[in-house]
């Protein structure tokens, strides 16, 4: 029989070659965001089961390489100059649906999993309509919109701990979800595989009448027709107390309640829609966003967010916080 130490040793070689054999050389980042920005990655592995994910991160441990585990590709800037190490693209994509509960895997896009909640009659997921990205994207940066976030709906979030080499479920008090923000994006150790979703029971034509309501305001509001990562700046979640802006803004007594102040709001205020760097504008459709123009280099899109971070700290004493996050 062979003895405990040299099954691992055979499994790990396994392993090994198994990474070895699949993973590209050089590949450009660009072609796998939504920016459509980046330089090659020095290393390139499609994970396409959960093993795959979990191989590939043991493997990356043991070489010491530094690694980024991709989904959609929104929500990122990746550098001109790429990256040296290896870009681990999650595309575990199984999905169910029993009752009320959808069991989705890290990869799917959220595109299928709202497909699946409006043919099943689930409400809960309508805000989600028209967000590019999957669903281990959403859970890491907490996405969400109209009011709503993926942390009202989520029952348990399955991971993978790369330091601890195992698996182990999260309950939705244990990711410590805030406004874009879990424990998941504060700790690389933790790599998402799955989620198990609780919905609610709805009628068909009513999700589908919300989900044709949020993809039109999308399009009517949001710069579709340009790459871009979304929006780039999270809302300021506070007040502002200098009673010279008050009186200049009279829209700031409304956000004051809300205790949130969009950060569009202040883009625009600071006359910046419209301003361009290179190939990167700030959108004249929505300030929020940044987009790639004419071939933008990620330094114009990065120069373009330290303007928009400087003019708005100048006008309103407020640090945007950055949404997007850049390798």
Not at 60 to 87: A, T
Not at 185 to 202: D, H, P, T
Not at 255 to 262: A, D, M, S, V, Y
Request: a positive charge; proline letters at 2%; aromatic letters at 10%.
């Amino acid at each position: 029989m062979q003895s405990a130490k040299l099954k691992t040793k055979m499994q790990n070689d396994k392993s090994k070659f198994k990474i070895n054999r699949k993973f590209k050389k050089n590949v450009l980042l660009r072609d796998y965001t939504t920016f459509k920005i980046g330089g090659p990655a020095k290393y390139f592995f499609e994970a396409k089961t959960e093993e795959d994910l979990i191989e590939a991160i043991k493997f990356v441990y043991q070489k010491k390489l530094p690694f980024f585990v991709l989904g959609g590709g929104s929500n990122i800037l990746f550098s001109n100059e790429g990256f040296e190490g290896m870009i681990i693209r999650c595309q575990i994509s199984n999905i169910k649906c029993q009752n009320s509960k959808i069991y989705t895997e890290a990869g799917v896009k959220l595109s299928d999993l709202v497909k699946l909640s409006s043919d099943k009659g689930l409400s809960g997921l309508e805000w989600v309509a028209g967000i590019p990205g999957t669903v281990g994207g959403a859970i890491w940066g907490n996405a969400g919109a109209f009011g709503k976030s993926i942390a009202d709906i989520i029952k348990e979030v399955k991971i993978f701990n790369a330091k601890e080499l195992r698996i182990k479920n999260y309950e939705l008090r244990d990711c410590k979800f805030g406004y874009r923000e879990s424990i998941f994006k504060k700790n690389k150790n933790l790599i998402i595989l799955s989620c198990l979703l609780e919905l609610k029971k709805g009628k068909r034509k009513e999700i589908r009448k919300k989900i044709k309501k949020n993809i039109d305001y999308r399009i009517k509001n949001h710069p579709l027709n340009f790459s871009s990562a979304g929006c780039v700046f999270k809302n300021y979640e506070s007040r502002i107390r200098n009673q010279g802006l008050m009186k200049k803004f009279s829209e700031l007594k409304e956000f004051n309640k809300k205790r949130e102040i969009p950060a569009a709001w202040l883009i625009e205020k600071c006359g910046l829609k419209g301003r361009k760097i290179g190939g990167a504008q700030v959108s004249e459709k929505h300030a929020n966003f940044i987009v790639n123009l004419r071939k933008a280099s990620s330094n114009d899109i990065i120069k373009l967010i330290n303007l928009v971070k400087k003019k708005v700290k100048e006008k309103f004493d407020i640090k945007l916080e950055k949404e997007i996050q850049i390798i």
